[in-house]
Structure formats: structure tokens, C-alpha cells
């Protein structure tokens, strides 16, 4: 469910360990661009149970893609390179690269997914960000 009042959408997933809408190879994974409504980027929630893998590796036209490890632990495959990643893994990935992911035997492995296209940040942090010293907490 997804709640959407001028300037922002909120939506509310519940744990990420109850992700429940199971693709055809058994993987947990949901799209959030048009629920959130976003427009600069694609986020992706994917759970993979215990000794899972994704179905297949793939790559990107234009757009790179970082992987955050929220829960649980298992193995990337970069091109030939593999590491091993558990919650709090961060792993940005080039478009061009092959990659896929697996579960470890013992326990799922979940992971948000956020792709954009390479070099199109312009501004972000201090050049982008503007203060609001009007405002303050309503209770
Ligand atoms: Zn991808």
C-alpha cells in the first residue's frame, strides 16, 4: 500500500522477512518505481531463500546499479569475481558488468537493489541540499 500527498510517497512494506510475492524461481522480489513513483531511479527489493540464487547473470544498457545487503548473508558474482556479502554489504556495480547473486546455504539473503544511469548525478549533498531553518517539528 502506498500513500502519496503532494511532495512525497510513503510506502510501507512491512519486515523485509516477510516478503511473500514469490517470482517462478522462488526468488522474493518487488519493483518499487511506480509505487513510489520515482523518477531519477529504480529500486528493487529482492529476498532469496536459504541456497537460492538469482536465475540468471545480467548487465545494464546504462545504468549502474547498487546492491545494499539488508538481512542475512551469501555470494555476488562480478564478472569473474567472487565476494562474499552479508547485511551491511554495499556493492556498486557498472552497468557493463555481469552479476548475480546467491543465498548462502544457511539463511536467505535480502538486498535492495538501486539502479541509475552512470554519471548522471549532477549536484548532490551541500551543492544540492538547501537548508529550511523555517521549519521546525509539528508535535
Ligand atoms: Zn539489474
Known amino acids: 500500500m502506498s500513500t502519496t500527498i503532494k511532495n512525497f510517497t510513503h510506502v510501507d512494506l512491512g519486515k523485509f522477512s516477510g516478503l511473500t510475492d514469490k517470482t517462478a524461481d522462488g526468488r522474493s522480489k518487488k519493483f518499487m518505481k511506480a509505487d513510489l513513483g520515482l523518477t531519477g531511479m529504480e529500486i528493487s527489493v529482492t529476498r532469496i531463500d536459504a541456497g537460492g540464487k538469482t536465475p540468471f547473470f545480467h548487465s ?53 537493489c538501486v539502479q541509475a544511469k552512470e554519471n548522471s548525478l549532477e549536484q548532490y549533498t551541500k551543492e544540492d541540499g538547501v537548508r529550511h531553518e523555517e521549519h521546525t517539528w509539528k508535535n
Open 60 to 112: 545494464h544498457k546504462q545504468n549502474e546499479e547498487l546492491y545494499i545487503v539488508v538481512e542475512g548473508s551469501g555470494q555476488m558474482q562480478l564478472d569473474d569475481h567472487v565476494i562474499d556479502v552479508k547485511e551491511g554489504s554495499m556493492v556498486n556495480v557498472a552497468p557493463k558488468c555481469s552479476r548475480a547473486l546467491r543465498a548462502s546455504a544457511k539463511e536467505a539473503l535480502t538486498y535492495l
